[in-house]
């Protein structure tokens, strides 16, 4: 019922910039926040960046000052300006979205599938 569609990764050498996009689509009652978490080879999925619907973000602090996440309420899209990238930033980037899809039932959680960000000389 909720699909998550990211674009925007590729391949940048150390010092580049990504901005990746997140597209919700779907019958949503309330969004309570959509974010951003990753993964690399042979470690768990990590926290981000997220914002909540009242606009409040929290970032990893191994990017605070680097990452910037913003959301688009009108197109119900967020994005994830990335400015000085390191190696340590390669991984597969996942949209989350915690959504009431039906007015009083419990949050769910839905994921992108993923896109890969490779920061590498």
């Known amino acids: 019922q909720v699909q998550l569609v990211e674009s925007g990764g590729g391949l940048v050498q150390p010092g580049g910039s990504l901005r990746l996009s997140c597209a919700a689509s779907?019958?949503?009652?309330?969004?309570?926040?959509m974010g951003w978490y990753r993964q690399a080879p042979l470690k768990g999925r990590e926290l981000v960046a997220v914002i909540t619907s009242n606009g409040i973000t929290n970032y990893a602090d191994s990017v605070k000052g680097r990452f910037t996440i913003s959301r688009d309420s009108a197109k119900n899209t967020i994005n994830l300006q990335m400015n000085g990238l390191k190696p340590e930033d390669t991984a597969v980037y996942y949209c989350?979205?915690?959504?009431?899809?039906?007015?009083?039932?419990?949050?769910?959680?839905?994921w992108g599938q993923g896109t890969q960000v490779t920061v590498s000389s």
């Open positions: 779907g019958i949503i009652d309330t969004t309570i926040a």
């Open positions: 989350n979205a915690r959504v009431v899809v039906t007015k009083n039932y419990r949050p769910n959680d839905f």
